[in-house]
């Protein structure tokens, strides 16, 4: 069984939205609720200025406080490490939205169950990459299985720092960052 | 700094809004009927200190908390998305889940708080109950009245928890995420049943009793208050900074900051109305300036239980583990 995982190379990402866009489109995201999304933070002075760009989505923790909290059990973490939402249990008490600490949840307006990134699971049956990896034109998003040593996930893991985010948290996310150029001598 | 987001829910951004005054409501009539539940048992376990004329003022209060509990449950229903779907609640246990506890709880409180309230009607004072069913129920539920009571107070101490351990399981809500809530809430319920139970009771003896039990409660609740925010304002920064929406008074934050001022004057005014009352000497009729007293320190007990509950619910939901996305 994998162990899906997804690295997002920052230094690659242009902040074209396709990402934003494919997921839309393969997920049939409604308008106006996203399961990923792109965030430009600005620091600095001008002309002293710098931008980081980062991509968000689910980060299909380990130790995942959206499952804890489920009190059907719709929210539940998959052997191949992915969170998925089942959707016929999901009552939108909305209790895994407030657990998450990553916001990565929202709440589907019209069928009222709780709805997120699934790392398009049905692509994952067919052999394809997710839509956002697919589509991501600078190959910021690189996805892949953490169990099999020379899958590229593996490969950039070994070579960089990466980081994840709100550590603090505690809750082992499975989507890494990588910022620097690679790993410290 | 500057920070765009392009793809932001806007029930996560910029911040959380997922539960309004439906939940608000919620818990404040759970925890009001686990205060009523304790406190009604008390009065009933009491035994020698209280005679049957005295336990008598205890008879609504235990028919009264099932419906209470009833009330507060359909508007957790009004909240829930999917309402034909709540049955999947009753088809697993998730222990780790309040919210599972919680159904499971909450679903057998209704039942055992109804056979209690049942049983503490006496045979001869049985006229209060409208069928003959109950009548017959109630006589042969009485000879148990003293099992159940046991039974609906820790009923009560479980719900009045559960009502906080809700908000405090949520480790991505800085504001909720300690420990010191569910003990706050529990406090907080017990003081509003208290408060409930003085205004329903008609002798002067169960209202100066519970004014009694309430004076330590009241204390205990500012007490906590003031640890709760001590707590907080000394651990990490977002801890920190989700309490400060309680210490402002721009238009961002303004109720938040009412909802402070309103519990500072409150709880203190209502303690020290009760302080007096219970240090007064009483003959067996109160004097109309007493009795307003003492109405007007449980209201200000329950409001300030009710403002308390809004107060977090709508603040946690600002809290966040970062200021950034």
């Known amino acids: ?185 | 700094m500057e920070t765009t987001v392009t793809g932001a829910n806007l029930l996560t951004f910029p911040h959380l809004h997922i539960w309004d005054w439906r939940v608000v409501l919620y818990l404040f009539l759970g925890g009001l009927t686990a205060g009523l539940l304790v406190m009604s048992a008390i009065a009933n376990l009491r035994k020698g200190k209280m005679d049957e004329k005295d336990r008598a003022c205890c008879i609504k209060v235990p028919l009264l908390a099932p419906f209470i509990l009833m009330v507060g449950m359909f508007f957790i229903w009004l909240d829930i998305e999917r309402k034909l779907n709540v049955f999947w609640f009753y088809l697993t246990f998730q222990p780790l889940s309040p919210m599972s506890w919680g159904g499971w709880g909450l679903g057998a409180a209704i039942p055992l708080s109804l056979l209690y309230g049942l049983s503490v009607v006496p045979p001869e004072l049985n006229d209060i109950l409208r069928f003959d069913i109950l009548k017959k129920l109630a006589a042969r539920l009485n000879p148990y009245m003293r099992k159940l009571a046991v039974i609906n107070f820790g009923m009560g101490i479980f719900i009045g928890i559960y009502t906080g351990v809700l908000l405090s399981a949520f480790v991505a809500r800085p504001l909720w995420n300690s420990s010191i809530l569910p003990i706050l809430f529990l406090n907080s319920a017990l003081s509003t049943g208290a408060a409930l139970v003085i205004l329903m009771a008609r002798r002067t003896s169960v209202k100066l009793f519970f004014t009694k039990v309430d004076i330590w409660l009241i204390f205990a609740e500012i007490v906590l208050i003031l640890l709760f925010f001590y707590g907080h304002y000394t651990s990490t920064a977002p801890q920190r900074n989700s309490i400060m929406p309680f210490f402002s008074f721009t238009s961002e934050y303004f109720l938040y900051g009412v909802s402070t001022l309103l519990i500072a004057i409150l709880f203190p005014l209502a303690l020290v109305f009760e302080l007096i009352e219970g240090k007064e000497e009483h003959g067996e009729e109160l004097s109309p300036s007493v009795v307003l007293r003492m109405k007007m320190s449980a209201y200000m007990v329950l409001v300030g239980g009710f403002i308390l509950r809004f107060a977090f619910v709508y603040a946690g939901q600002l809290s966040k583990l970062t200021s950034v996305s």
């Open chain 1, 1 to 185: 069984m994998p162990r899906y995982a997804m690295v997002i190379d920052q230094r690659r990402c242009v902040a074209c939205m396709a990402c934003v866009v494919a997921c839309k489109r393969e997920n049939d995201v409604p308008a106006e609720y996203y399961r990923t999304r792109v965030v430009e933070t600005v620091e600095g002075t001008f002309p002293k200025l710098r931008m980081e760009l980062r991509s968000e989505l689910c980060n299909h923790c380990d130790n995942p406080p959206c499952v804890y909290n489920c009190p059907t059990a719709a929210s539940h973490k998959r052997k191949d490490g992915t969170v998925q939402v089942d959707r016929k249990k999901c009552v939108g008490c909305k209790a895994c939205v407030a657990a998450c600490p990553y916001d990565a949840r929202y709440m589907h307006p019209e069928k009222g169950y709780a709805d997120k990134c699934t790392f398009c699971t049905h692509r994952l049956l067919e052999g394809k990459e997710p839509a956002c990896v697919a589509t991501c034109i600078g190959k910021s998003r690189i996805f892949g299985d953490l169990d099999d040593p020379q899958s590229d996930v593996s490969k950039l893991l070994r070579q960089h720092d990466a980081s994840v985010l709100l550590v603090e948290a505690g809750t082992h996310p499975r989507v890494y960052y990588i910022k620097k150029l690679s790993k410290a001598e």
